[in-house]
């Protein structure tokens, strides 16, 4: 009796282990169930956040490609812009030059007063030497004659000198010893003052005062002849022609200035 008591007891003993089992088993399972759950909520929670950042990080690159475009046009802008500062400061540096020009002209025709018969308007040089006679007396070569005078004028006055000279020499080779003849080697020599050309501008002056000394160009072409010499640092040649000029032709502009000159020189 007692050994069936005991026998009893070990398979209750055995039948509550097995139970005890069973439930820790589906304790455990819940329990990982659980955790697995805990676990994929915590990944579908990082792919959410990924699938975010992968967005805005287009979103980012967009942007950036958008930034990028922006700068390209701004740099482009600014490369057109400095394109159209170096046109304005190119224009401004003609314009500094054709001021320079005008002042030039200015000086002549104002101030030595030797512009007077460099219109069509004025009277010609009498004294000039005139063997043209058979010109004037044909209205269209006259009328050819101051075409062409004027227009080597107006090229002078536009600061063209090279192509100034040239006319005017063809001038004086189509019409020798016209009205217009002292006027036109008076420019040449000029062409050359103004191109800083001054040993060919001395002689072109020169022209002047040997084949035209009758001329009203004389006392210019002697000043400049001086102004040249003074250029070129020679202070005696420039002294004694300023002098002469003072001698020769008082009481004018040339002599004035050619006083204010010599008080210069020292």
């Given at each position: 009796m007692r050994n069936y008591i005991y026998l009893l007891l070990l398979v209750l003993v055995f039948f509550v282990a097995g139970c005890a089992s069973t439930q820790d088993l589906k304790a455990?399972?819940?329990e990982l169930n659980q955790k697995m759950e805990e676990k994929l909520a915590a990944v579908d929670a990082e792919l959410a956040t990924l699938k975010k950042n992968s967005t805005t990080l287009?979103?980012?690159?967009?942007?950036?490609?958008?930034?990028?475009?922006?700068?390209t046009d701004l740099r482009d802008n600014i490369q057109q812009l400095r394109g159209q500062v170096e046109v304005l400061k190119k224009g401004e540096e003609y314009q500094k030059k054709l001021d320079t020009i005008f002042l030039k002209i200015n000086f002549i025709e104002n101030f030595l007063e030797i512009g007077k018969k460099d219109t069509l308007s004025d009277t010609p040089d009498k004294?000039?030497?005139?063997?043209?006679?058979?010109?004037?007396?044909?209205?269209?070569?006259?009328?050819?004659?101051?075409?062409?005078y004027s227009a080597a004028y107006q090229t002078f006055k536009e600061?063209?000198?090279?192509?100034?000279?040239?006319?005017?020499?063809?001038?004086?080779t189509d019409y020798p010893d016209s009205e217009y003849s002292d006027n036109a080697q008076f420019w040449?020599?000029?062409c050359y003052f103004f191109k800083k050309n001054y040993e060919q501008a001395i002689l072109e002056y020169e022209k002047v005062v040997k084949n035209y000394s009758s001329g009203n160009k004389v006392s210019y072409a002697l000043l400049k002849q001086g102004l040249s010499f003074l250029n070129l640092r020679d202070k005696t040649s420039a002294k004694l022609l300023l002098q002469q000029v003072i001698k020769d032709y008082p009481n004018t502009n040339?002599?004035?200035?050619?006083?204010?000159?010599?008080?210069?020189i020292k």
């Amino acid at each position: 009796m007692r050994n069936y008591i005991y026998l009893l007891l070990l398979v209750l003993v055995f039948f509550v282990a097995g139970c005890a089992s069973t439930q820790d088993l589906k304790a455990m399972r819940s329990e990982l169930n659980q955790k697995m759950e805990e676990k994929l909520a915590a990944v579908d929670a990082e792919l959410a956040t990924l699938k975010k950042n992968s967005t805005t990080l287009d979103s980012m690159r967009k942007g950036q490609a958008n930034a990028v475009a922006e700068i390209t046009d701004l740099r482009d802008n600014i490369q057109q812009l400095r394109g159209q500062v170096e046109v304005l400061k190119k224009g401004e540096e003609y314009q500094k030059k054709l001021d320079t020009i005008f002042l030039k002209i200015n000086f002549i025709e104002n101030f030595l007063e030797i512009g007077k018969k460099d219109t069509l308007s004025d009277t010609p040089d009498k004294n000039s030497k005139s063997t043209g006679n058979s010109v004037a007396k044909d209205p269209a070569k006259k009328q050819d004659k101051e075409k062409a005078y004027s227009a080597a004028y107006q090229t002078f006055k536009e600061g063209n000198y090279d192509k100034a000279m040239t006319e005017f020499q063809k001038l004086l080779t189509d019409y020798p010893d016209s009205e217009y003849s002292d006027n036109a080697q008076f420019w040449i020599g000029e062409c050359y003052f103004f191109k800083k050309n001054y040993e060919q501008a001395i002689l072109e002056y020169e022209k002047v005062v040997k084949n035209y000394s009758s001329g009203n160009k004389v006392s210019y072409a002697l000043l400049k002849q001086g102004l040249s010499f003074l250029n070129l640092r020679d202070k005696t040649s420039a002294k004694l022609l300023l002098q002469q000029v003072i001698k020769d032709y008082p009481n004018t502009n040339q002599a004035r200035i050619a006083r204010s000159k010599l008080q210069e020189i020292k």
